[in-house]
Every structure is written in C-alpha cells, then in structure tokens.
C-alpha cells in the first residue's frame, strides 16, 4: 500500500499558493491508518525511551496510538489555556506571526526520553519549540517521529542535532 495515494492534496488551501496535506482519508481508511501506525512503530521501537509526546492535534492521533501499543505514557502538549494544572510555556515564531505551547509542569521529570509525534513537519517551529519545553523540564528528546515532512520546507535544518524520523516526504 502506498500511503501517498492515501493523502488528499489540496492545492491552493488554507491560501494560494500553499499544497495541503489532508490526512483525514487516511485516517478514514482502517487498512491505511493501521498500516501507518505499523509503519511509525518499527521505526520507534529499537528507540530507548519512556514517553510519547504529541504535539495538538494531529500529533494526538498518531502519539497516543503508539503509545498504547509500545506500552509507554502519552504527553499531550497542547495551545495555551487547555491544560488545567500548572504549565510550562513556551513561544515561538511562526512564518506569519508567533504561537505558543504549553506542557503541564510535572510531566517531565529530570532524564525523562521522549519521543516527540506530530502528523507533519514543514518549517519545524512548533517541534522545535516542544523540544525546548521537554528540555527545560530536565527531559531529552530521544527522536522527533512525522507522518509527513515537507522536504522543501528545510524543517529538519532547525532539528538538526536530534534523530528525526518521517514515514512520508513531499517536496512541497
């Protein structure tokens, strides 16, 4: 199965000029989704670490998914004002203006291994900026783990000292 043929692009959205990835008809497909998960787990498991993270909202998907099935804890890090305990936080520029994420404060304790899932990376702000957050609790990154990459997009530049794993690339 290619999970390519999976994917609907969507050209021109949410702006002109810009190739959506929409993995909704992936996710739709029982048979591609569990090949997809099958897909990012064997190339996590060898991985020594302790947690998942998943960046919101797509990150949820796939994180809590492998979690569950290589037995290890899920950590959501989500947009400001959605955690309900006490958070750290952290800012980041976007190509259009600035984000943030938050992680709750006792999630990570010190010499925690993560590895962090999102279901795409393109400019590589907001996976840079969780690594940031896991690392100012006293945690280490042991991976980045990506549906997709947009190779054209250099994210993985940004995330250069850290392995960084992605089961799909499109140039754009």
Known sequence: ?????????????????ISFKDITTL???????????DLMEEAIKTIDFDYIVGIESRGFLFGASLADRLGKGFIPVRKPGKLPAEVEKISYDLEYGKNELEIHKDAIHNKDRVIIIDDLMATGGSAEATARL?????????????????????GREKLNK??????????H
């Open 134 to 154: 896991i690392e100012s609790l006293g945690g280490e990154v042991a991976a980045f783990e990506f549906l997709i990459e947009l190779t054209s997009l250099k």
């Open 1 to 17: 199965m290619q999970l390519k043929d999976k994917i609907r692009v969507i050209e021109d959205y949410p702006i002109k000029g």
């Open 162 to 171: 850290y392995k960084v794993i992605s089961i799909v690339e499109y140039d």
């Open 27 to 37: 996710l739709k497909d029982r048979e591609a989704f569990k090949a997809t998960l």
